[in-house]
């Protein structure tokens, strides 16, 4: 299906720019189609909001938060976002999203493909996704739907980040994982403080990390069950199995690794995605990770059971009803299997890949009543040890040892004394702004955002800590640029335009460079400037207050244009009539010129033309040549022979030395050929008469 209207012939353009081709993927809010974008002549995604979806307002809104999120992080292992707009459909405003077209396939493809993962490669596609999530996490954006849908894999072998549908600022006042008594997000990767509606912070994009990262070893999610309730019960009180117990080729490293990132609480998992990466790479140079080893006997204590009363709010069997109707936003996915939406298979075990080896069964209850006791009597001796150390750092700490993500005052968006209002909260006791608003790390750009606005702080928004000061970076508003005037561009080439754009401060990344014949500007030096986000305006020697809103562009001189010349048609016609159909296709310098000797042609008649066959410019010389006519064989007379040279004036005649039947005594001219250059030479059919004075030759 491409992107047409029913009926339409045409494809469908949005924007009148993007136009639509084949359907990518459907998600339970989005279609994706891939798309050309006509001006700049490259493939893009489009996302659209699903048209029934599009009178609602609250879908409407979640869509636009998508675009804001995404847009404001620029990441190459995150699908770019590169323009939004809206199209009206039936009178129905139904927004889109263009992005950047990742070819390749998403992770849930490739493991229902039945290909196996090496379990380095699984480690180095997890490292990708935490090198996006930590760019988002230090920009305030958590993702909250972490899957192997909303994962891409280039033919590269680049892992893609995309689908930020229901990400939130982490600055959201009380942001909680419930909208409309219904949970967001996909079962099988819900971190627990989603699956009970608490509020998350950018450790729970660590917990379905973790999931992620089980199923890339293992083939499958470390939770599964008969409906999305049983899965987030499981996800809350139960511990995963370490994927070793599925493939016996994941070491004890690998293990600890993804049972940290799956503690229950966000305290015992990885505090930020920098950690957890760093900890996958040390498994990569097989080097001890700081994964707690405490986390690999996990998977062996006794399961508690308890009431699903207890799982939490966001659990109870009417909220988690509402989770398959929640949007699965993904812009590149075919229908989801059954298990992903928390339909699982006979037995509750998801289709799809086999498993390659069965979980180590538990050993039977009369053969391990004494191991049991054991491994009490250790846990209780660590409790203690663990409740030493614990009230050892509450009197170290003066009796506070809570940690607080530190604030987000996001891109941009709030001024000093906003960000001072906001630090009064309760919720933020404990930190204060310092600094004078230069704190700035390097390659922040100081123009972003509004002037006065707060676009860096350190530490950075949501990371983990005790309170205390922040520094802070502000803006100094957009940078203002000048184009120089059409009169100087007209003696500039493009790396002198460039050289006085860059420092200009204008964004030279991708500007649009076209080229025309101008006969005033030298071939290769700028005509113009243009905006080619604005209609290709040009701007002449304008001064522009915001360079990053002006998509640059110019247009390069290909020097005067040339007119297409063919002599062959002229060889033997009257040479005047020839300077007249040359001079007429646009030469301007045309001149006749006698050609010595002319040949066979009769005189007046186009010899030759120079130069010959091919294109030139308007002011190019053509030469004209014509034979010359020929000399009477008469003696001219002495004031004859001070007249004119036939050869050199066609119009010249010279007379007979007999005056008696000469031209100019009403009798025809001897030299018919001069006729034809000029009928009304004398002696000619069409000379005008003259009246004879006096008689005869001599006076009185």
């Keep these: 299906m491409s992107g047409t209207y029913p009926g339409a012939e045409q494809p469908r353009r949005l924007g009148g720019r993007y136009e639509l081709g084949a359907v990518l993927g459907r998600g339970g809010m989005a279609e994706v189609f891939m798309a050309r974008d006509t001006r700049l002549g490259r493939t893009v995604a489009v996302k659209t909001l699903r048209a029934d979806l599009s009178r609602d307002p609250t879908f409407q809104a979640r869509f636009r938060r998508e675009a804001q999120s995404a847009a404001s992080l620029n990441h190459p292992a995150i699908v770019a976002i590169y323009d939004t707009g809206e199209d009206f459909e039936n009178g129905v405003s139904v927004p889109y999203i263009v992005m950047e077209y990742a070819d390749g396939s998403t992770l849930r493809d490739l493991l229902h493909s039945g290909r196996r993962l090496l379990p380095e490669r699984a480690l180095e596609i997890t490292a990708g996704v935490l090198q996006a999530l930590d760019y988002s996490h230090r920009n305030g954006i958590i993702h909250r739907d972490i899957k192997p849908a909303n994962i891409m894999l280039t033919r590269s072998g680049t892992v893609k980040v995309m689908d930020f549908g229901i990400a939130r600022a982490m600055a959201d006042n009380g942001m909680t994982m419930t909208q409309t008594a219904a949970v967001i997000g996909t079962a099988q990767y819900l971190s627990p403080e989603q699956a009970k509606g608490e509020t998350v912070d950018a450790r729970s994009d660590l917990y379905s990390t973790g999931c992620l990262m089980f199923e890339l070893l293992t083939g499958r999610p470390p939770f599964v069950g008969d409906s999305p309730v049983a899965v987030a019960y499981q996800h809350v009180r139960e511990e995963p199995q370490p994927p070793s117990s599925y493939d016996p080729e994941v070491s004890p ?6 049972l940290k990132s799956l503690a229950k609480t966000a305290d015992a998992r990885y505090q930020s995605a920098t950690e957890m990466r760093a900890d996958i790479e040390r498994v990569l140079d097989g080097r001890p990770t700081e994964a707690q080893t405490a986390v690999l006997g996990a998977a062996n204590m006794p399961t508690q059971r308890l009431d699903p009363r207890q799982v939490g709010a966001a659990a109870a069997v009417g909220q988690t009803r509402a989770m398959p109707a929640v949007d699965t936003p993904t812009g590149y996915q075919s229908p989801a299997p059954r298990y992903e939406e928390g339909l699982d298979g006979p037995g509750g075990r998801p289709p799809g890949p086999p498993r390659r080896a069965e979980p180590r069964r538990a050993p039977e209850p009369e053969k391990s009543g004494r191991t049991g006791y054991i491994i009490l009597a250790i846990a209780g001796i660590a409790a203690v040890i663990a409740a030493i150390l614990l009230a050892k750092s509450l009197l170290k700490s003066g009796g506070n040892a809570s940690s607080k993500a530190a604030p987000d005052f996001g891109i941009g968006v709030k001024t000093f004394p906003q960000a001072q209002q906001m630090l009064a909260q309760p919720d933020y006791t404990g930190f204060s702004l310092t600094g004078s608003g230069k704190d700035c790390p390097p390659g922040t750009d100081v123009h972003s955002g509004n002037a006065g606005t707060i676009i860096a702080q350190s530490p950075a928004a949501g990371a983990y800590g005790k309170p205390g000061p922040i520094t802070y970076c502000l803006s100094l508003g957009p940078q203002n640029g000048k184009v120089p005037p059409k009169a100087t561009l007209n003696g500039m080439n493009q790396d002198q335009l460039k050289a006085y754009l860059g420092g200009a401060h204008f964004d030279l990344a991708n500007p649009l460079i076209t080229s025309q014949p101008d006969p005033k500007v030298l071939a290769g030096n700028i005509i113009d ?3 080619a986000g604005n209609n290709n305006a040009v701007l002449d020697g304008q001064q522009v207050p915001d360079v990053s809103k002006v998509q640059i562009g110019w247009i390069v001189s290909a020097g005067p244009s040339k007119i297409p010349l063919s002599t062959q048609g002229y060889i033997g016609q009257p040479y005047n009539s020839v300077v007249s159909q040359i001079q007429g296709l646009g030469f301007t310098n045309v001149k006749p010129v ?13 010899t030759r033309i120079s130069p010959g066959d091919n294109s030139y410019t308007a002011d190019t010389p053509i030469v004209v040549y014509y034979a010359p006519q020929p000399v009477a064989p008469t003696t001219p007379t002495s004031s004859q022979s001070q007249g004119c040279d036939p050869n050199q004036d066609p119009t010249c005649q010279q007379n007979p030395t007999s005056t008696a039947s000469g031209p100019g005594n009403g009798q025809t001219s001897s ?18 008469t003259t009246s004879k004075k006096g008689g005869g030759g001599g006076g009185n």
């Design 253 to 258: 490293a690998i293990d600890a690794v993804v």
């Design 594 to 606: 006698v050609d010595n000797p002319g040949g066979n042609l009769p005189a007046g008649s186009v």
């Design 529 to 531: 400037v243009i905006d």
């Design 671 to 688: 030299n018919p050929m001069l006729c034809v250059v000029d009928p009304n030479a004398p002696g000619c059919p069409n000379a005008p």
